[in-house]
């Protein structure tokens, strides 16, 4: 019934939490739910001073919600809040997460985020540390702006706003689609390297660096892609686009790396 703060060793909760539109405070660790069906609602805050063990479908606040140290998973779950802080390591224990709100991945470069299935994030996020891993799909929904050398690691990543990389780097192991509109330009990079299939519907890739693409890269709409040197090590699509090249390009490493239908 009033703003509150939980102060102790471990805060453990083995049912649902009803917020009441007040703020939760857990000054210490906090383990939220024995079952997926423990939710947390109603809160206008929640901040976390310790490790979090989420072990529920849904964490929801009406504002942010920030985690001071590890998260680990115990189910998938959907934190819903204005902007969800990670200021550790996320663990996902072999399960999927999604943001629904803005979402900030650490504060130094080890908080690297791994284990889980899938990241969904709805709205913009902003990347602080050197990896993150899912066995499955990473979709962005709003813009992703890097603030360290990043590689993401899953089978598709998907940019569905702009990229800003702030002078830092981008590997992204798996497939890559960049943009959903032509307005959705990567931006920023010193380097960015693709190890799996490319489709760019934005009208602009730029780095200061090198840009590789190590497998097939589809135009989804006319592009100019801006480095050093840009090189393919595999065919390229043109899907009936124009691609500009603003800097050196490298056009395969074997015969059978064709480019076709610009």
Do not use: C, E, K, R
Request: aromatic share 4%.
């Amino acid at each position: 019934g009033a703003d509150t703060n939980l102060a102790g060793s471990t805060v453990t909760f083995n049912n649902p939490v009803v917020g009441g539109t007040h703020a939760l405070t857990i000054t210490g660790n906090a383990v939220f739910g024995d079952d997926p069906t423990d939710t947390v609602t109603g809160l206008t805050t929640l901040h976390v001073t310790g490790t979090t063990a989420i072990n529920t479908t849904n964490v929801t606040s009406s504002g942010t919600q920030t985690y001071d140290d590890t998260v680990t998973l115990g189910a998938d779950t959907n934190l819903a809040g204005s902007t969800v802080t990670f200021n550790n390591p996320v663990v996902g224990g072999t399960h999927a997460l999604t943001i629904t709100g803005n979402a900030v991945f650490g504060n130094a470069s080890t908080d690297t985020v791994t284990g889980l299935t899938t990241l969904d994030v709805t709205s913009t996020s902003n990347i602080n540390t050197t990896n993150v891993t899912t066995s499955s799909t990473q979709t962005y929904d709003g813009q992703v702006t890097l603030g360290a050398d990043t590689t993401l690691t899953g089978s598709t990543v998907n940019f569905n706003d702009p990229v800003v990389g702030a002078n830092h780097a981008l590997q992204v192991s798996g497939n890559a689609v960049f943009g959903n509109a032509p307005t959705d330009t990567v931006t920023g990079l010193t380097t960015l390297h693709v190890t799996g299939t490319t489709t760019i519907n934005t009208a602009s890739v730029s780095s200061t660096g090198t840009q590789t693409y190590d497998d097939t890269v589809t135009l989804g709409v006319d592009t100019n892609l801006a480095g050093s040197t840009v090189t393919f090590n595999n065919p390229v699509v043109g899907g009936t686009h124009a691609l500009t090249i603003t800097g050196n390009a490298v056009f395969g490493n074997a015969s059978t790396d064709t480019v076709t239908g610009l």
